[in-house]
């Protein structure tokens, strides 16, 4: 994994109000592909103990957490392509919306 090597983490910001099953394979995908660098945030006070089995799980959202000049936010409407340098001296890469 690319961003194993760089030990980076990834956060997936939850904009959903249901965790149905559908979403939790998604999250339980995203934490085998990411091991203990997984994190989820914006997550519901109920779905913490099913979560935290996969990752960390805060009920925060990502900016309440983590300092935007460390963040990389992945955007599929951003003109440029993510390079390696991008990478430097951040600290996790955020996904969010709709998975899948």
């Not at 939790?24 to 934490?31: C, D, F, L, R, V």
Request: glycine share 6%; with cysteine.
């Amino acid at each position: 994994m690319i961003l194993k090597c760089f030990k980076m983490d990834v956060i997936i910001e939850n904009l959903e109000h249901k965790l149905s099953r559908w979403l939790y394979y998604e999250y339980e995908n995203a934490s085998k592909i990411m091991g203990k660098n997984i994190i989820f945030t914006n997550i519901p006070s109920s779905w913490t103990k099913i979560l935290s089995k996969l990752g960390k799980v805060y009920s925060n959202h990502v900016w309440e957490i983590f300092e935007p000049k460390d963040l990389i936010i992945l955007d599929p409407q951003a003109e440029d392509k993510l390079s390696f340098e991008d990478l430097n001296g951040k600290s996790a890469i955020v996904v969010g919306g709709i998975l899948g």
